[in-house]
T-cell receptor, first 113, second 113 residues
């Protein structure tokens, strides 16, 4: 089945630690996105990538980093600079950056120990 | 800049009753409008979208929404609620030539038997 796989489902971070969230898609989509979801605030865009080896900051990129070395993979690193990392993180993809239909993964819940 | 406001973070309806979720947007250019649904611990699924043409849009699971430019609204309705409609619903907007979705804060729907 084609889709987006996020792992792990739950992740815990210690103070001062960097953690990486995985996102893999086998839909052959060019564009990929990372969103952060907090209760009552909807989804906010962290980073997005329109094509391999290219990515742009979204609305809340501070404290996060990404890479897009392969078309199917778009990992997100939550760095120690992100002071409030507890949230539900969603990865999404679309055929192209201008395509309106996003396909979402099932999310990763990140909590701070 | 564009923004999305969803009135009511929680809505409670009886099974069989009308579901009405309100969404208002602000956009300096003609927008594309979307409704997504999120079931617990999952990613988002596209319910319906408005790009151009007919302003009454029908989606999956019996939902529909009407784009009213004069009211800058895109309210979501379903004539008869089902228990399986219990979920969180997000309205989103994108500029026609843009590549970033802006989401509202979400409305959680509870369906009472």
């Amino acid at each position: 089945d084609g889709g987006i796989t996020q792992s792990p489902k739950y992740l815990f971070r210690k103070e001062g630690q960097n953690v990486t969230l995985s996102c893999e898609q086998n839909l052959n989509h060019d564009a990929m996105y990372w969103y952060r979801q907090d209760p009552g605030q909807g989804l906010r865009l962290i980073y997005y990538s329109q094509i391999v080896n290219d990515f742009q900051k979204g609305d809340i990129a501070e404290g996060y980093s990404v890479s897009r070395e392969k078309k199917e993979s778009f990992p997100l690193t939550v760095t120690s600079a992100q002071k409030n990392p507890t949230a539900f993180y969603l990865c999404a993809s679309s055929i192209a950056a201008t395509n309106e239909k996003l396909f979402f993964g099932s999310g990763t819940q990140l909590s701070v120990l | 800049a564009q923004s999305v406001t969803q009135l009511g973070s929680h809505v409670s309806v009886s099974e069989g009753a009308l579901v009405l979720l309100r969404c208002n947007y602000s956009s300096s250019v003609p927008p594309y409008l979307f409704w997504y649904v999120q079931y617990p611990n999952q990613g988002l699924q596209l319910l319906l979208k408005y790009t151009t043409g007919a302003t009454l849009v029908k989606g999956i699971n019996g939902f529909e929404a009407e784009f009213k430019k004069s009211e800058t609204s895109f309210h979501l309705t379903k004539p008869s609620a089902h228990m399986s409609d219990a979920a969180e619903y997000f309205c989103a907007v994108r500029r026609a030539a843009g590549n970033k979705l802006t989401f509202g804060g979400g409305t959680r729907v509870l369906v009472k038997p």
